[in-house]
């Protein structure tokens, strides 16, 4: 499965994007996806993740309530909805996918990495 990220790009704080995430061939049901993100000079974090059991989307604190993961199946692409973007939610944001059950946080269990879009939030 190869991934491809797109939808960054520059707003002011406050302001929206959506990320989507295509994957390149017909995904297999049980995928998860998450969204990872990379500030300059930081290490690489977790931001949201979808489940494929239909379990609940996972959030990390510093977005939850701002972002919103979601699937068009049909399109076999996942979004990420960012809302009230703020300056520190600048980053690059990579989409990820894995076919096991290990921990959906931690970026070591996914297999597959798009190559990152671009988001620049200005104060």
């Known amino acids: 499965v190869q991934l491809q990220a797109f939808g960054g790009g520059s707003v002011q704080d406050g302001g929206s994007l959506r990320l989507s995430c295509d994957a390149s061939q017909r995904t297999f049901r049980a995928i998860d996806v998450a969204w990872f993100r990379q500030a300059p000079g930081k290490d690489r974090e977790f931001v949201s993740a979808?489940?494929?059991?239909?379990?609940?989307?996972l959030y990390a604190v510093s977005v939850k309530g701002r972002f919103t993961i979601s699937r068009n199946s049909a399109k076999d692409t996942w979004y990420l909805q960012m809302n009230s973007l703020k300056p520190e939610d600048t980053a690059v944001y990579y989409c990820a996918a894995k076919t096991n059950s290990a921990d959906l946080y931690k970026m070591n269990n996914y297999d597959y990495w798009g190559q990152g879009t671009e988001v620049t939030v200005s104060s």
């Open positions: 979808m489940p494929w059991r239909g379990d609940r989307p």
